[in-house]
C-alpha cells in the first residue's frame, strides 16, 4: 500500500497553490539566505509537493515552510548524520521516491554538508537536480564591483595565522576575483593577511546580504582592514570579495629585482618580500626567494 503523501499545499502573496509531485530524484533546491521572499516559485513547489524533505536544520527550515504556510514534516541532513541520512536518501531513490535536500541558506552543497549525499546519488545513477536561487558569493560578487568574468570561490580561510597565510599565497596567482566567507571575530585580521600576502588589491566586504541590515564595505585590502579594526564589534555573516591580481607583464624580470633591491637597503629579505608583494602582486614566497638571492649576491 502506498505511504500517504505529505499536505502539498502553499501559500504565496495570499494565494493557496497545491505543488505538483515531482519526478523521482535528488533536488538541491536554493532557499533565501536572509530575506525569506528571495524564495523562488519552483523551489516552493519541489519543497512543498517532494516525497521527502531533508535540510541541513529542521528548527531552521521551519521557518521557512512557516513563512509559505508548507505544513509537513522534514528529515535532519547535516555533517553529524550525513552517512546515516544519506542512507535514508538513497533508500528512498531507490523506491522510485522524490527528495527535495535544502541548507539553512543559500545553494546545497556550497560550503555545506549536502555534497555527500549529491556524490552518493550520482554514483548509484539516481537523477541530481539543481533548483537554483540565493547564493551568497555570487549575490557578494554582483554587488562588489569587480571583475566577474573569472572568479574562484575559495571558502573560508583556515582559522590560524600561518595556514591562512599559505592559504592566500597559494591563491595569488588565480586570475579572477577571489570569494571568501568569513567570521566576523577574524575578518579584521584576515583582510590583513589577504594584503600582506596577495599585495593591496581592491576589495569588497559585503556582510548580513539581503538582510535589514546589509552592507557593502568597497575599498583596497589595507584600507578595509583598518575600517574593520577600528569597529567596536563585528556581527553578521561575511562575504569579502578581492580583486583579480596586476597583469605581470607590468612587473617582472629586470623590474622585480630593481624593487627588490631598493627595498632591501632599507629592511631585511622577509619584508621586502612583503612589501614587493603590494607592488607587484606576485605571490609572497616567489619573491622571498628571490630577494635571498639578491641579498646573497651583494654579501
Known amino acids: 500500500m502506498e505511504e500517504a503523501r505529505p499536505d502539498t499545499r502553499f501559500s504565496l502573496l495570499g494565494q493557496v497553490f497545491d505543488a505538483p509531485r515531482p519526478e523521482p530524484g535528488l533536488y538541491l533546491v536554493a532557499t533565501p539566505i536572509g530575506n525569506l521572499g528571495d524564495m523562488g516559485l519552483r523551489a516552493l513547489q519541489i519543497v512543498a509537493g517532494a516525497d521527502i524533505l531533508a535540510c541541513e536544520d529542521t528548527r ?21 548524520n550525513s552517512e546515516a541520512a544519506g542512507a535514508a536518501i538513497i533508500e528512498a531513490l531507490a523506491a522510485g521516491k522524490s527528495v527535495a535536500l535544502v541548507s539553512d541558506a543559500g545553494t546545497p552543497i556550497v560550503s555545506d554538508p549536502g555534497f555527500p549525499a549529491a556524490r552518493l546519488a550520482i554514483a548509484e545513477g539516481f537523477p541530481v537536480i539543481p533548483i537554483p536561487g540565493a547564493s551568497a558569493p555570487l549575490a557578494a560578487l554582483a554587488a562588489s564591483g569587480l571583475p566577474s568574468d573569472a572568479f574562484f570561490f575559495a571558502g573560508f580561510p583556515p582559522q590560524k595565522q600561518v595556514a591562512r597565510r599559505a592559504r ?6 588565480v586570475p579572477g576575483t577571489l570569494l571568501f566567507f568569513e567570521a566576523p571575530h577574524r575578518i579584521t585580521e584576515s583582510l590583513a593577511d589577504m594584503a600582506a600576502m596577495l599585495g593591496d588589491r581592491p576589495a569588497a566586504v559585503c556582510r548580513e546580504l539581503t538582510k535589514l541590515h546589509e552592507t557593502i564595505y568597497r575599498d583596497t585590502l589595507s584600507g578595509l582592514a583598518r575600517t574593520f579594526a577600528a569597529m567596536e564589534r563585528v556581527r553578521g555573516e561575511i562575504v569579502v570579495c578581492v580583486g583579480p591580481p596586476a597583469p605581470e607583464a ?14 632591501l637597503q632599507e629592511m631585511k629579505p622577509a619584508h621586502a618580500a612583503q ?12 619573491l622571498y626567494q628571490r630577494a635571498l638571492a639578491l641579498k646573497g649576491g651583494a654579501a
Open 250 to 263: 607590468a612587473a617582472t624580470g629586470d623590474d622585480v629585482d630593481t624593487i627588490l633591491s631598493g627595498l
Open 275 to 286: 612589501e614587493a608583494v603590494k607592488l607587484t602582486g606576485l605571490p609572497r614566497r616567489e
Open 168 to 173: 592566500f599565497e597559494e591563491l595569488a596567482r
Open 60 to 80: 531552521v527550515t521551519a521557518k521557512l515552510l512557516q513563512r509559505y504556510g508548507i505544513k509537513r514534516a522534514s528529515m535532519a541532513y547535516h555533517e553529524h
